[in-house]
């Protein structure tokens, strides 16, 4: 199975970002869009994990969890990866305690190694992507989507939980949620 680890913003971001993303897409019809419904902050990238191993990952989940307090983010500018001219990947920022998150990141990264899951080698960067263009070189169409993002501010979200996510047919289906409870 496909697997990640990552934190939901609830409904209210959601809605929010549903109502907003028409306005981009028309800026930049051939790119990728996230669906609503998938929006969520990745902690650590899995990949193909064999049935057997889910529960030791589960199990790193439910020691890391209750060690963090919840916390709350603000979803509002943005940005992208990739050059100016031709980004690759269309974001939408993240603030607030974003230190608490890098914490939390840190430690499921951290647990998740004596499995043999190797962390990234960059620093953590908070971010909700939105779109990926199509072209392996960038899409144009979303530099424009940039300026457009620098003025939105949708809203507020309080992060209660880690949930293991299964991606599974462009859906990413929960398979374990563990509180936030320190």
Same mark, same amino acid.
């Given at each position: +199975? %496909?697997?990640?680890? /990552?934190?939901?913003?609830?409904?209210? #971001?959601?809605?929010?970002?549903?109502?907003?993303?028409? %306005?981009?897409?028309?800026?930049?019809?051939?790119?990728?869009?996230?669906?609503?419904?998938?929006?969520?902050?990745?902690?650590?990238?899995?990949?193909?994990?064999?049935?057997? =191993?889910?529960?030791?990952?589960?199990?790193?989940?439910?020691?890391?969890?209750?060690?963090?307090?919840?916390? +709350?983010? &603000? #979803?509002?500018?943005?940005?992208?990866?990739?050059?100016?001219? &031709?980004? =690759?990947?269309?974001?939408?920022?993240?603030?607030?305690?974003?230190?608490?998150?890098?914490?939390?990141?840190?430690?499921?990264?951290?647990?998740?190694?004596?499995?043999?899951?190797?962390?990234?080698?960059?620093?953590? /960067?908070? &971010?909700?992507?939105?779109?990926?263009?199509? +072209?392996?070189?960038?899409? %144009?169409?979303?530099?424009?989507?940039? =300026?457009?993002?620098?003025?939105?501010?949708?809203?507020?979200?309080? !992060?209660? =939980?880690? #949930?293991?996510?299964?991606?599974?047919?462009?859906?990413? &289906?929960? %398979?374990?949620? !563990?509180?936030?409870?320190?």
């Amino acid at each position: +199975m %496909r697997l990640f680890v /990552a934190v939901s913003l609830g409904q209210g #971001i959601e809605s929010q970002v549903s109502a907003a993303l028409p %306005r981009l897409k028309a800026l930049a019809p051939h790119a990728r869009w996230v669906p609503a419904a998938n929006l969520h902050l990745t902690l650590s990238f899995l990949g193909e994990v064999e049935a057997e =191993r889910v529960s030791a990952v589960k199990d790193v989940l439910t020691r890391v969890g209750p060690a963090h307090a919840p916390l +709350m983010l &603000h #979803i509002e500018g943005g940005g992208a990866f990739g050059t100016p001219a &031709h980004p =690759r990947v269309l974001w939408a920022g993240v603030s607030g305690d974003t230190q608490a998150l890098g914490a939390l990141q840190a430690d499921v990264a951290e647990g998740l190694k004596p499995l043999g899951f190797e962390p990234e080698h960059r620093e953590y /960067a908070a &971010h909700l992507t939105l779109a990926r263009a199509k +072209m392996p070189r960038g899409d %144009r169409q979303l530099a424009e989507c940039v =300026r457009v993002l620098q003025g939105e501010k949708w809203g507020e979200a309080r !992060v209660d =939980r880690l #949930i293991l996510f299964e991606s599974l047919g462009g859906k990413y &289906h929960p %398979r374990a949620e !563990v509180p936030l409870s320190r």
